[in-house]
């Protein structure tokens, strides 16, 4: 679930958030952006943490799989 969340949270930093149109107005069209790479700074963030914790949860059990299986090597 951690790494359908990490992929997820990264395609849309990379893509954007659909709902936002970008403005014309030059001061309005700055705060966006500001705002924008605030969002996608912090999505890349949670994106990173997830993909990491969740190849980290994947690795466990399959070590801890492997462990419970009689006659393979420790």
């Known amino acids: 679930m951690l790494l359908i969340a990490g992929s997820l ?3 849309r ?3 954007g958030a659909p ?3 970008i403005l014309q ?3 309005a069209l700055r705060r966006w952006t500001e705002q924008e790479v605030a969002r996608v700074t912090r999505a890349l963030a949670w ?3 997830c993909c990491v914790v ?3 949860v994947v690795a466990g059990a399959l070590r801890a799989a492997r462990s419970r299986c ?3 090597p420790s």
């Open 9 to 11: 949270l990264a395609v």
């Open 47 to 49: 994106a990173s943490l």
């Open 19 to 21: 709902e936002r149109e």
């Open 54 to 56: 969740g190849v980290s």
């Open 13 to 15: 930093a990379a893509h």
């Open 70 to 72: 009689p006659g393979s």
């Open 25 to 27: 107005e030059r001061q």
